[in-house]
């Protein structure tokens, strides 16, 4: 059955996909939204291309001035730049986290909202309603500051690029041979296999019910074996 793309999907508790699906493209980016309560979260809200389709169902889900935090994995404009349009519609502060080391490189997208750097793996962010966002910091897989965020409560891992894939034939959930996807994508943007075994041994000690990354499809099955071939993944050649 086909999913209704044009509308925000919900994939855990409260916590929906809110990018743009184009038939015609081989690689989508993944933003989501939080939903919780008196406050909502935006993460990796994408690029200026995408920016009106996601804007729409950024706001079928929630009215904009309940977003009051807003997290980048990292720095790569194809999750940050349409920040600034969002800051613009948003009419009060909000709060940007962002590991340390890319924090330094998205105010030349003209962010201009309070950045809080994340320095160390489980500092969080503590919603309201007691909600915990961990980060946890992935150097070098692929940019020297980047992070993930484990959501405690729905137990999703928002995996940024890791675990993303190029896909002429999207589909929102993981098919059979999506491993196969994501060794393809990950393994030319990351330098060392000692980087990827470090973000392994990390996302072993969490215990995660869905994987949501900002390329590629969402991870619901065989949560393990993709952890595991973290480890096993080429790296530190440039595949031409
Ligand atoms: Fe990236
Ligand atoms: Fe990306």
New binding site residues.
């Given amino acids: 059955m086909r999913m209704k793309y044009e509308e925000p999907i919900e994939i855990a508790e409260n916590t929906y996909w809110v990018g743009h699906y184009d038939e015609e493209a081989g690689f989508h980016c993944n933003p989501y939204l939080i939903d919780d309560g008196e406050e909502a979260v935006l993460i990796d809200p994408g690029g200026i291309t995408h920016y009106p389709h996601v804007l729409k169902k950024v706001i079928r889900a929630v009215d904009l001035d309940r977003i009051h935090h807003i997290i980048l994995h990292?720095q790569?404009p194809?999750?940050c730049a349409s920040t600034p349009r969002y800051e613009e519609l948003i009419n009060h502060e909000v709060t940007v986290y962002n590991p340390l080391r890319a924090s330094f490189f998205i105010p030349y997208y003209g962010i201009k909202s309070r950045v809080v750097p994340i320095r160390r793996d489980g500092e969080a962010l503590v919603l309201k309603s007691g909600r915990r966002l961990e980060f946890y910091l992935t150097p070098f897989v692929?940019?020297a500051g980047s992070m993930v965020t484990y959501d405690t409560r729905s137990k999703v891992l928002f995996s940024?690029?890791i675990f993303g894939a190029f896909s002429f034939d999207w589909s929102l959930y993981a098919r059979d041979d999506y491993l196969e996807a994501v060794k393809a994508f990950l393994e030319p943007y990351v330098g060392s296999k000692k980087a990827l075994e470090n973000v392994a041994r990390k996302l072993e000690q969490l215990d995660i019910e869905v994987i949501a990354p900002q390329h590629g499809s969402i991870i619901t099955d065989n949560i393990p074996e993709f952890i595991q071939a973290l480890r096993e993944m080429d790296a530190g050649v440039y595949l031409e």
């Fill in positions: 990292h790569d194809d999750l692929h940019f940024s690029d």
